[in-house]
């Protein structure tokens, strides 16, 4: 019998919960650790469409990377998003779990997905914070080599790597040859990675005046969107769940998108 306890002990050695920043919220959020678990639904966010998945799919629980509950909640009531998708969850017996920033930094996490994904080799963690029970470095922000081209060139393979309906970027005036990934917001690290020689950074929610600096300081810089830089971690987490349980159902949500559009 597989229970939630279980599954937070694959997510803890997937990405063990020290590695996680002091705001972060991270683990069990809502339900028990004695629930007995058939089906896993896994999705990025834990928000209405995936709860409503959830519900229609029989879930016992579904695994995110972004909490539950980020913020204090003062109450839980109908009158919120947080509030119905809590109330709704425990309705139905679904627990909720997460492994945030825990998993940004781990290795194998969202950022190394993220080089994967994008095609880098020589991948390695920038200005690491420590090492793992296995001796390998962790930390937030990842580097990694790909063959010279122009900039032009890289961001139609960002666009096509990750699904992108359009990207923002600032010209360094660089080929690209060093990139630096960062899934999420992770763009206050652009010195980190010129520092690391890198000439490209990918990442999401950059601010205006970030892309200024970045055009100051020569560096390619480009915002892929939050969702699309770090939902390729869904399939680390449905695969290292489906392996450590064979014999319970774990699927990739299939409804979460973006709820970003572009005209």
Not at 40 to 47: E, K, Q, S
Request: charged fraction near 25%; hydrophobic fraction near 40%.
């Amino acid at each position: 019998m597989t229970t939630v306890a279980d599954i937070l002990d694959v997510l803890e050695a997937l990405a063990p919960t020290g590695m996680k920043m002091d705001w972060d919220n991270v683990g069990l959020l809502c339900g028990s650790r004695k629930k007995e678990v058939e089906q896993v639904l896994v999705a990025l966010d834990p928000f209405e469409d995936v709860c409503d998945e959830a519900v229609e799919w029989g879930a016992d629980v579904i695994v995110t990377h972004h909490p539950l509950i980020f913020r204090p909640v003062a109450n839980v009531t109908d009158e919120t998003s947080v509030g119905r998708i809590i109330e709704r969850l425990c309705s139905a017996g679904i627990c909720a779990v997460n492994a945030h920033t825990n998993l940004d930094c781990a290795p194998g996490g969202v950022n190394d997905e993220l080089a994967a994904v994008l095609g880098l080799h020589d991948v390695a963690v920038l200005q690491p914070s420590g090492t793992d029970a296995q001796g390998r470095p962790w930390g937030l922000l990842r580097g990694g080599e790909t063959d010279e081209q122009p900039l032009a060139e890289f961001l139609q393979t960002v666009k096509r790597a990750l699904g992108c309906p359009g990207l923002r970027y600032v010209d360094g005036g660089k080929p690209v040859r060093r990139v630096a990934v960062g899934g999420g917001s992770c763009a206050d690290g652009m010195h980190e990675a010129l520092e690391a020689g890198c000439d490209t950074f990918v990442t999401a929610d950059v601010r205006y005046n970030q892309f200024w600096d970045a055009h100051d300081l020569g560096l390619n810089l480009i915002d892929a969107g939050h969702f699309y830089t770090e939902n390729p971690v869904t399939r680390v987490l449905a695969d290292a769940l489906a392996r450590a349980f064979p014999d319970i159902s774990v699927k990739i949500s299939e409804t979460h998108t973006d709820c970003m559009k572009y005209a």
